[in-house]
T-cell receptor, first 110, second 112 residues
Framework: ELKVEQNPLFLSMQEGKNYTIYCNYSTTSDRLYWYRQDPGKSLESLFVLLSNGAVKQEGRLMASLDTKARLSTLHITAAVHDLSATYFCAAGGGADGLTFGKGTHLIIQP | DAGVIQSPRHEVTEMGQEVTLRCKPISGHNSLFWYRQTMMRGLELLIYFNNNVPIDDSGMPEDRFSAKMPNASFSTLKIQPSEPRDSAVYFC??????????FGSGTRLTVV
């Protein structure tokens, strides 16, 4: 059974700082996904990582994948308040659906 | 494209009543997934369909839950009878062969 663990589950940080969210998964997975969820909203796709060593960047967010270590990271550079949200990683994929981590609740304070 | 469309957005019902949640996937997507989100358990995959056929319903919590996909453009998730512990946000998502997953806006269900 595929299990996905994120840490930390809660993160409060100041604007301008850098931080990393970690995502470990238990078995081989085709792909690794990162989603953002704002309170009361749906899940918004951020990144899909398809292969070992994959790195993707969008604005202040950068995601990477190490399939040998079964580890993905989401790095936040010079955080701004608008990035406050809950971030989920998910593994699995194909036609079998995704298994999600518990989510990282991120608060960025001025 | 209007994305994945779910209805209703909010549902409040009394314990014991039947509840039906609806989902219209993105046209051309061949996989459809129902998820439940709660504070305690996070996002759980309940059931998924591939080409309208249920593939894995092992995530469905009890026999009170059932799901159908009569055609490529419509799916329902039914709870009968509903219980307070079923209160959650239910998301539908669709995908084309797992190439990417698009989530609907969700249905917030409250059973009182």
């Amino acid at each position: 059974e595929l299990k996905v663990e994120q840490n930390p589950l809660f993160l409060s940080m100041q604007e301008g700082k850098n931080y990393t969210i970690y995502c470990n998964y238990s078995t081989t997975s085709d792909r690794l996904y990162w989603y953002r969820q704002d309170p009361g909203k749906s899940l918004e796709s951020l990144f899909v990582l398809l292969s070992n060593g994959a790195v993707k960047q969008e604005g202040r967010l950068m995601a990477s994948l190490d399939t040998k270590a079964r580890l993905s990271t989401l790095h936040i550079t010079a955080a701004v308040h608008d990035l406050s949200a809950t971030y989920f990683c998910a593994a699995g994929g194909g036609a079998d659906g995704l298994t999600f981590g518990k989510g990282t609740h991120l608060i960025i304070q001025p | 494209d209007a994305g994945v469309i779910q209805s209703p957005r909010h549902e409040v019902t009394e314990m014991g009543q039947e509840v039906t949640l609806r989902c219209k996937p993105i046209s051309g997507h061949n996989s459809l997934f129902w998820y439940r989100q709660t504070m305690m358990r996070g996002l759980e995959l309940l059931i998924y369909f591939n080409n309208n056929v249920p593939i894995d319903d092992s995530g469905m919590p009890e026999d009170r839950f059932s799901a159908k996909m009569p055609n490529a453009s419509f799916s329902t998730l039914k709870i009968q009878p509903s219980e307070p512990r079923d209160s959650a946000v239910y998301f539908c998502a669709s995908s084309f062969s797992g190439s990417g997953y698009t989530f609907g806006s969700g249905t917030r269900l409250t059973v009182v």
